[in-house]
């Protein structure tokens, strides 16, 4: 069990980890709405059907994310015990989408390729501390 140092430290990382997710995932939308007016109209079709393909891999990094931090939150408030949030349907999933690289043509703007760049990190790492669910199983008594 953890004391209570340890839980307050939890708290505060899945916290900013959850800001952090949140803030990307509204800077995402903004930037998604913003484009659809604007579909990159200089690329080939299909570099801009790439785009799109990408712009759904964005957004599926984030979906993931935002979930596994609301799911850990109810585990911290007690509302769902641990073995629950370790259970499969529980977990970060859609690992062969979101670990994929990113495959956006030359020419994509630079606020796609961030975009990008920092939901392949952050899914990384929650997918770390996805991981960590299983070792701190096998250490329990």
Do not use: F
Not at 29 to 48: F, Q
Not at 65 to 91: H, K, M
Not at 98 to 106: F, I
Request: charged share 30%; hydrophobic share 35%; net charge negative.
């Amino acid at each position: 069990m953890q004391n209570s140092d340890d839980q307050a430290v939890m708290v505060t990382y899945l916290d900013s980890t959850y800001q952090e997710a949140l803030s990307l995932t509204k800077e995402a939308r903004d930037y998604l709405a913003d484009r659809a007016s604007n579909r990159h109209p200089w690329l080939k079709p299909e570099d801009r059907l790439q785009i799109c393909c990408e712009s759904m891999r964005l957004t599926t990094r984030l979906t993931q994310v935002v979930a596994w931090l609301l799911l850990q939150r109810a585990v911290l408030n007690g509302e769902i015990t641990l073995d629950e949030a370790r259970q499969p349907d529980n977990r970060i999933s859609g690992r062969h989408v979101c670990e994929a690289a990113d495959e956006l043509p030359d020419g994509a703007d630079p606020r796609m390729v961030d975009l990008m760049g920092r939901s392949y990190q952050l899914y990384m790492r929650v997918a770390r501390l996805d991981s960590q669910l299983d070792r701190a199983k096998k250490k329990a008594p």
